[in-house]
């Protein structure tokens, strides 16, 4: 008797340890999940006035991300896109990631295919997902606006809205938003054909206004028209936030846009890049009703993607626009006034941690996700930003969180370093002492981006400038820089078909100065240019 009772007691007590057991293994699983915390890899904190924040890979080894988006408020899915022309779910729970639908007409390079994506916000009443993307139709480049219908965690019958959208190699856009009342915005580049943005009978250059279903608005701005506002060269950002769409644009060489789009607004390129304020502007906006940015950037620093913040989470940001910015290799805090139509302050929250950012999103709880964009552009090269590191970095793609840090995590992590922007003694300009500092200077500022440090050049992108009859040609290189230059180049025996921006913002002593520079640098060794051959030009291009 007292054996059986033995028995069952030791079996009671082994039944009660395992539901411990069990009960114990189970809450640390569902902390895992609510923390989201267990498949990241964690790498250090900022610290703000009042807010300690995390900043964690979430996703890695990705190609070329381009748009980051959520399907409703409470979803647990970041779904994302890659130029390569796929669509991706990542759980932001378990890290797991889903392709829903890889594109098998969308034509790729490192500066188009798989471009524009939304997922409608109210995606269980409307079921839809929104891509626009470049295709190869009789040997041109053109691009196509195409609806999905999501159903059961799959994309199919695919809808075309718009098709044969003039295209190129660059500027052909492109970003999607969708407003509360059920209507599409798609930015469009323009296409490299600078004064179709101020043409309304084509769609180049311009934000469109699109029913769900791809017909026209009747309350468009026009009249049987999609075109909602123009005058745009490459708009690469839009948010819809306090009743405003604000978008964020690339300028030329000077003025980078951030802009709030109205109905029927001209946005002034290529009349005007910024505000009115060069003399060539002035005259133009006495006969032409221009709206003006709220924001510039000069140097430029290629904004991308663009995310409202209006969560409580990190109070010190709440009503900002967070800027994504490639060429700037930073993520910007843009602190909106109370009424949402002007800029009070800026704030460089992240600069040269990540690298090029291409997209950011702020999600339903405060959390900030982007991606960066780092083996799309210039693989192995920025030495002027990264001195001594190079771009892509291990791992790369990535989409990266940032939020507010629990206490093991405020205990745990290093604090960021911050990394100024590289002076001009640690970059690796090419060093000639025949040339000027203040040449070599606006260089730094305005060409190296492109050209390289030490005029290489960036291959398929753009040309070298090192011993070529175009530095050489001394006429020839003023109207380039001056005027700009765009259309299918060879150089070496290779081609390029990419924009030279217009640089006659410059002063003649600026110009001369730079172009002094690049005569004598890289090689090439060829006499200076003055400022009396600068004026001249000028002079000529202004009688013509």
């Given at each position: 008797?007292?054996?059986?009772?033995?028995?069952?007691?030791?079996?009671?007590?082994?039944?009660?340890?395992?539901?411990?057991?069990?009960?114990?293994?189970?809450?640390?699983?569902?902390?895992?999940?609510?923390?989201?915390?267990?498949?990241?890899?964690?790498?250090?904190?900022?610290?703000?006035?009042?807010?300690?924040?995390a900043v964690s890979v979430v996703a890695s080894d990705l190609e070329y991300p381009w748009?980051?988006?959520?399907?409703?408020?409470?979803?647990?899915?970041?779904?994302?896109?890659?130029?390569?022309?796929?669509?991706?779910?990542?759980?932001?729970?378990?890290?797991?990631?889903?392709?829903?639908?890889?594109?098998?007409?969308?034509?790729?390079?490192?500066?188009?295919?798989?471009?524009?994506?939304?997922?409608?916000?109210?995606?269980?009443?409307?079921?839809?997902?929104?891509?626009?993307?470049?295709?190869?139709?009789?040997?041109?480049?053109?691009?196509?606006?195409?609806?999905?219908?999501?159903?059961?965690?799959?994309?199919?019958?695919?809808?075309?809205?718009?098709?044969?959208?003039?295209?190129?190699?660059?500027?052909?856009?492109?970003?999607?938003?969708?407003?509360?009342?059920?209507?599409?915005?798609?930015?469009?580049?323009?296409?490299?054909?600078?004064?179709?943005?101020?043409?309304?009978?084509?769609?180049?250059?311009?934000?469109?206004?699109?029913?769900?279903?791809?017909?026209?608005?009747?309350?468009?701005?026009?009249?049987?028209?999609?075109?909602?506002?123009?005058?745009?060269?490459?708009?690469?950002?839009?948010?819809?936030?306090?009743?405003?769409?604000?978008?964020?644009?690339?300028?030329?060489?000077?003025?980078?846009?951030?802009?709030?789009?109205?109905?029927?607004?001209?946005?002034?390129?290529?009349?005007?890049?910024?505000?009115?304020?060069?003399?060539?502007?002035?005259?133009?906006?006495?006969?032409?009703?221009?709206?003006?940015?709220?924001?510039?950037?000069?140097?430029?620093?290629?904004?991308?993607?663009?995310?409202?913040?209006?969560?409580?989470?990190?109070?010190?940001?709440?009503?900002?626009?967070?800027?994504?910015?490639?060429?700037?290799?930073?993520?910007?805090?843009?602190?909106?006034?109370?009424?949402?139509?002007?800029?009070?302050?800026?704030?460089?929250?992240?600069?040269?941690?990540?690298?090029?950012?291409?997209?950011?999103?702020?999600?339903?709880?405060?959390?900030?996700?982007?991606?960066?964009?780092?083996?799309?552009?210039?693989?192995?090269?920025?030495?002027?930003?990264?001195?001594?590191?190079?771009?892509?970095?291990?791992?790369?793609?990535?989409?990266?969180?940032?939020?507010?840090?629990?206490?093991?995590?405020?205990?745990?992590?290093?604090?960021?370093?911050?990394?100024?922007?590289?002076?001009?003694?640690?970059?690796?300009?090419?060093?000639?002492?025949?040339?000027?500092?203040?040449?070599?200077?606006?260089?730094?500022?305005?060409?190296?981006?492109?050209?390289?440090?030490?005029?290489?050049?960036?291959?398929?992108?753009?040309?070298?400038?090192?011993?070529?009859?175009?530095?050489?040609?001394?006429?020839?290189?003023?109207?380039?820089?001056?005027?700009?230059?765009?259309?299918?180049?060879?150089?070496?025996?290779?081609?390029?078909?990419?924009?030279?921006?217009?640089?006659?913002?410059?002063?003649?002593?600026?110009?001369?100065?730079?172009?002094?520079?690049?005569?004598?640098?890289?090689?090439?060794?060829?006499?200076?240019?003055?400022?009396?051959?600068?004026?001249?030009?000028?002079?000529?291009?202004?009688?013509?």
């Open positions: 008797m007292n054996l059986k009772l033995n028995i069952i007691s030791c079996a009671q007590i082994f039944c009660v340890f395992l539901l411990i057991v069990l009960s114990f293994s189970c809450s640390e699983n569902k902390k895992k999940i609510v923390g989201v915390t267990s498949y990241q890899t964690h790498l250090f904190k900022k610290t703000l006035e009042n807010s300690q924040l748009d980051l988006c959520w399907g409703n408020s409470e979803s647990d899915k970041l779904w994302f896109t890659e130029i390569k022309g796929t669509v991706n779910q990542l759980d932001i729970t378990t890290g797991e990631i889903k392709t829903l639908l890889s594109l098998d007409d969308v034509l790729v390079k490192k500066s188009y295919g798989l471009l524009g994506f939304a997922v409608h916000p109210d995606i269980e009443e409307n079921p839809y997902v929104f891509l626009h993307y470049t295709y190869l139709d009789d040997d041109k480049i053109n691009s196509k606006l195409v609806r999905y219908s999501y159903k059961n965690g799959t994309l199919d019958n695919p809808k075309i809205l718009l098709k044969q959208i003039p295209g190129t190699t660059y500027h052909n856009g492109s970003r999607i938003v969708i407003s509360s009342d059920n209507k599409l915005y798609l930015s469009l580049g323009d296409a490299g054909k600078k004064r179709l943005a101020q043409n309304t009978n084509e769609i180049n250059g311009k934000i469109l206004r699109l029913n769900l279903d791809g017909s026209i608005p009747k309350d468009n701005p026009i009249k049987d028209s999609p075109v909602y506002s123009w005058g745009h060269r490459n708009v690469q950002g839009l948010v819809m936030a306090n009743g405003r769409l604000y978008s964020s644009e690339h300028g030329e060489a000077n003025d980078d846009e951030l802009s709030i789009i109205e109905a029927h607004g001209n946005y002034g390129w290529p009349d005007v890049t910024g505000f009115c304020n060069e003399p060539y502007e002035k005259d133009y906006c006495k006969d032409s009703v221009i709206r003006e940015p709220i924001h510039v950037w000069t140097p430029t620093i290629a904004p991308a993607g663009i995310a409202y913040y209006g969560s409580e989470a990190i109070p010190e940001w709440q009503n900002s626009i967070l800027v994504s910015s490639l060429k700037g290799v930073s993520l910007r805090v843009l602190k909106l006034s109370s009424d949402g139509t002007e800029i009070e302050n800026e704030m460089v929250a992240f600069n040269r941690q990540f690298g090029r950012i291409r997209d950011v999103i702020t999600a339903p709880n405060g959390d900030i996700y982007l991606c960066t964009s780092n083996k799309d552009w210039h693989p192995k090269a920025n030495p002027e930003f990264y001195s001594p590191e190079k771009l892509p970095f291990k791992n790369d793609d990535k989409i990266i969180r940032i939020h507010q840090a629990n206490e093991d995590l405020r205990n745990s992590l290093v604090e960021m370093i911050v990394k100024e922007t590289p002076s001009q003694e640690e970059t690796s300009i090419a060093n000639n002492s025949t040339a000027s500092d203040e040449g070599m200077a606006i260089y730094q500022k305005y060409c190296a981006s492109c050209h390289k440090a030490n005029g290489s050049g960036s291959e398929g992108f753009f040309p070298p400038i090192t011993k070529i009859e175009g530095v050489a040609d001394r006429g020839r290189l003023i109207k380039s820089v001056v005027s700009g230059l765009s259309g299918p180049l060879e150089v070496r025996g290779k081609s390029y078909n990419q924009e030279m921006p217009s640089f006659k913002f410059l002063s003649d002593k600026e110009l001369a100065d730079v172009l002094t520079y690049v005569r004598a640098s890289f090689g090439n060794g060829h006499p200076g240019i003055s400022e009396q051959e600068i004026l001249e030009y000028r002079t000529l291009i202004e009688k013509e």
